[in-house]
Antibody
């Protein structure tokens, strides 16, 4: 069973950067497609980017291009999402999620979420 | 960019059937996944690849997908089914994941 455990809540000032981690257990990270999804307070789910298993590359939502970087450390089975130039509207719960390990585009497993608050 | 449209809310009496739709241009050609999210919790997949149900999800949950509409159906609705439900697809032409706006299911 895949488990995704995320880092804790963060408070940042506008203009700063945040890096959220997602520790994977129960399955080799290289065999999963990890994606990052955020949810602003009271709003819906918004995809930020992740690994495309068919093209074998990390892709980003156009909205976040140039401001977000998704990386993986296979030595520690940990995925990371860094968001730069934070704005107050980036206040949200950030989730990592993965497919079921069959190179699909489902999001079967989810982390518990990491609250990022951007405030001056 | 590809757009998925869900009704903001659906209400149903206990024991009845709830249908939550997800509209998109030719969505029948894509694989649709459905997630249930309760307050303060991470989403949980209840249907993936249009009709498949993950282990642990009751048989009361089913999905269909054809033409321009995908549907999540919940039979014999229980109070514990009250939650937000989101549909989700991979849009290959845009190389992007897309979520519907979500539907709040209220059990009367």
């Amino acid at each position: 069973q895949v488990q995704l455990v995320q880092s804790g809540a963060e408070v940042k000032k506008p203009g700063a950067s945040v890096k959220v981690s997602c520790k994977v257990s129960g399955y080799p990270l290289p065999e999963l497609s990890i994606h990052w999804v955020r949810q602003a307070p009271g709003k819906g789910l918004e995809w930020m980017g992740g690994f495309d298993p068919k093209d074998e590359e990390t892709i980003y939502a156009q909205k976040f291009q140039g401001r977000v970087t998704i990386t993986e450390d296979t030595a520690t089975d940990t995925a990371y999402m860094e968001l730069r130039s934070l704005r107050t509207e980036d206040t949200a719960v950030y989730y990592c999620a993965s497919d079921a390990g069959a190179s699909g585009y489902d999001l079967t497993y989810w982390g518990q979420g990491s609250l990022v608050t951007v405030s001056s | 960019s590809y757009v998925l449209t869900q009704p903001p809310s659906v209400s149903v009496a206990p024991g009845k059937t709830a249908s939550i739709t997800c509209g998109g241009n030719n969505i029948g050609s894509k694989s649709v996944h459905w997630y249930q999210q309760k307050p303060g919790q991470a989403p949980v997949v209840v249907i993936y690849y249009d009709t498949d149900r993950p282990s642990g999800i009751p048989e009361r949950f089913s999905g269909s997908n054809s033409g321009n509409t995908a549907t999540l159906t919940i039979t014999r609705v229980e109070a514990g089914d009250e939650a937000d439900y989101f549909c989700h697809v991979w849009d290959r032409s845009d190389h992007a994941m897309v979520f519907g706006g979500g539907t709040k299911l209220t059990v009367l």
